[in-house]
């Protein structure tokens, strides 16, 4: 499956990036910003129903359990990564009942569940305090 360069999409995707860090700097002219998170959505959607569908196409079948693996290999090494220096610098900075909430969060976040664990504690993602928590852009 060579890869080849869509513009289209590269525009698509600057265009979302552009939307979310406008929401995210507080910029008023771009209200509405976050769905740019919405547009990633879709367009990874896309791309990974294309590669599906020519796997299939390719094969005449298709190994989900090679495409879940191709996948974990590529996103835990940095999510671990980021979970793992985000719970040693919480270490030096955090008061021990904030560890300890923030050590459930990392666990939820391994696991790529910490939607499940922010639904509990009925967690507003729009919230003033939202940022305080380290790992909840994890949800996705």
């Known amino acids: 499956m060579a890869a080849s360069f869509r513009p289209d999409i590269q525009g698509l995707r600057a265009l979302a990036v ?17 769905a740019g998170v919405d547009i990633f959505f879709v367009i990874s959607g896309w791309l990974i129903s294309t590669h599906l569908m020519q796997e299939i196409g ?27 220096v985000t719970l040693a610098a919480g270490y030096f900075i955090l008061a021990p009942q904030e560890q300890a909430l923030y050590s459930r969060g990392a666990m ?33």
């Open 58 to 84: 390719e094969t005449g079948r298709l190994d989900l359990w090679r495409f879940y693996a191709r996948r974990a290999r590529r996103l835990l090494p940095a999510a671990l990564f980021v979970i793992l």
């Open 18 to 34: 552009g939307g979310v860090v406008a929401y995210h700097f507080g910029l008023t002219a771009l209200p509405g910003g976050f």
């Open 108 to 140: 939820f976040a391994s696991a790529y569940a910490i939607n499940l664990w922010l639904l509990r504690w009925s967690f507003d993602y729009f919230a003033a305090d939202a940022t305080s928590n380290p790992f909840i852009h994890f949800w996705s």
